[in-house]
């Protein structure tokens, strides 16, 4: 009877965040690659959130995937939902949108897991008449932003989400050049990725993602993901992958 019983339960599904499809953006190009078994918390996700705003987020939420997708779940409803909500007024303070935006975000993650659980994000709001970028770093690997002459770091602007409820991070803006500018954003599994046969190489770095950046090969952010996610490969020796690697580029061509 216990067996018959065990084999008639259905088993609750798990819910999975929904899948992303890049909008198309007028005068730019976004992209994202990854590799990896989906094991941990890399997460991407892009929405237009108006007729001249694309929102964009690359979150790394602490743990295994089958312990922290209901976090990513709730994460991604915050952003699209409440997103949607704040950036859709033509007349915005964009930096006020997004600490708001990332504050309830922070909150909903406490909230789901009833306590502490860290969440380092990098999440920016594209504007395609002027081709600026409002962001918050929360606590995530610093983005790059190239623009043919050299390349800045966009580092953090405060601690990772999910961990006070009232903390905040500041939200600047930075300006892409029109004709090539990148920005270009990689998940923790890329930067520390370890040399071939070298556990004290320092990893792959934010200088191997510089080395590609670099390079004149790539034409669109496709071919540029491609080709960071290929140089830590070959940098590790196309070792077994024991994290998610996660690279998601913009370009600004017009």
Known sequence: MLSRFHSSQAETPQVEPVPTVFPKIDGADIAAVF???RQAGDFYDSIRVSPERVLIGLLDV??????NRNLLVASQEI???LGS???SPPDINESDAMTELCLHINRKLIDVCCGVHSCPAFIACYHEKFGTLC???????PALLYDGTGISELGSTGLPLGLFSHATCEAPTVALSKGGASLVLVSRGVVDCEGYRNSHSGGFGLDG??????????TTPQSLCTSILEAVA???GNSPICDDRTALALIRTA
């Open 35 to 37: 590799v990896g078994k």
């Open 62 to 67: 602490a743990g295994r995937r089958d312990e």
């Open 79 to 81: 952003f699209r939902s």
């Open 85 to 87: 909500e704040l950036f």
């Open 135 to 141: 962001y918050t770093n929360a606590g995530h690997t």
């Open 209 to 218: 993602v510089r080395n590609v950046l670099h390079a004149s090969h790539w």
């Open 234 to 236: 070959h940098y590790s």
